[in-house]
């Protein structure tokens, strides 16, 4: 899928660690919060997904360091999807310094579809993931 707006965000003090720079894990905070409003852009509801018994769970994170961010440094992150199989889907993820454009970190995320009960679903509106 074509990657669409990029979704911004702010360092903040508390996600640096004591050199000075955003924690390795608080990326993947980033990532997520990314996805979701990567999924709610294409009208579709993380939270209702979830209530309908559908879990989209991450199985897979590859994310490759390039650059690191510090308080206050503006960034953006840029999805896009790809399907792996029936049942999985691939986000790739990219954050940006956004002062100088900046790559800062490369990421694969791999999710699938569970029931409430953790068995495979396919989750039907997964196109609306893929769709231009």
Known sequence: MDE???IFFDVRDYECDMQGIVNNAVYQNYLEHARHQFIQDRGLNFAEITKQGIHL???KAELE???S????DTF???TRTERESKLK???YQRIYRAQDDQLVLNAKMTVTSTTTEGRPIVFEQADLLLAN
């Open 65 to 67: 360091y390039k650059r």
């Open 76 to 78: 953006y992150i840029h």
């Open 57 to 59: 769970v991450l199985i």
């Open 89 to 91: 889907l691939a986000f």
């Open 69 to 72: 961010l510090s308080s206050g």
């Open 4 to 6: 669409k707006q990029p």
